[in-house]
């Protein structure tokens, strides 16, 4: 009896760890880096915001430097990107727990674990949409915007690339 109480504690706080790891990659406030803006824990939304201060590297895409009317409107696309899909994530992520709790059962239900990767699916479908309505969006506003570049060719800071 111990045993078995002892192993469904054990299993638990694992899941709870694995998620709680992996949610912060998954549904991380997004591109960019991050100065002391609201991005990064900040209050105040124009201070630092991702882009901002790293020259050729900002966050934006782009090999120069964005003036700030540029990266007021970047940053409001961004939080509005955020925003709009917060629901989706939370949703994410407990369809994820879900399948996991299931899929931990000493004896999984195949037909509940497939009807939650399903559902998993087609959240993932609905967030990817979204995510490319936001990317045309920030190209719209910038359009060296290149989402997960520093800029032209390169791939992030730092970091050697094409140029």
Same mark, same amino acid.
């Given at each position: 009896m111990k045993k078995s109480i002892t192993r469904n504690i054990v +299993?638990?706080?694992a899941v709870v760890a694995i998620s709680g790891f992996g949610s912060t990659a998954f549904a991380g406030r997004g591109m960019g880096h991050g100065g002391s803006g609201k991005y990064n824990?900040?209050?105040?939304?124009? #201070?630092g915001g991702p882009g901002q201060y790293h020259g050729a590297c900002m966050g934006y895409g782009s090999?120069?430097? *964005?003036?700030? =009317?540029?990266?007021?409107? *970047?940053n409001a696309e961004r939080e509005k990107f955020y925003n709009g899909t917060g629901d989706v994530r939370k949703k994410l992520f407990q369809k994820d727990l879900e399948l996991?709790?299931? *899929? #931990?059962?000493?004896t999984?239900?195949?037909?509940?674990?497939?009807?939650?990767?399903? =559902? +998993?699916?087609? *959240? =993932?479908s609905v967030f990817a949409r979204k995510?490319?309505?936001?990317?045309? =969006?920030m190209k719209k506003i910038n359009p060296d915007f290149r989402p997960g570049h520093g800029g032209k060719g390169r791939?992030?800071?730092?970091?050697?690339g094409n140029r």
């Open positions: +299993i638990a706080v824990g900040g209050d105040s939304g124009d #201070a090999n120069k430097q *964005l003036d700030s =009317e540029t990266v007021k409107k *970047l996991r709790s299931e *899929l #931990a059962k000493d999984p239900d195949a037909k509940k674990a497939e009807s939650i990767q399903k =559902e +998993i699916s087609d *959240l =993932e995510r490319i309505a936001h990317m045309i =969006e791939r992030g800071c730092g970091r050697s």
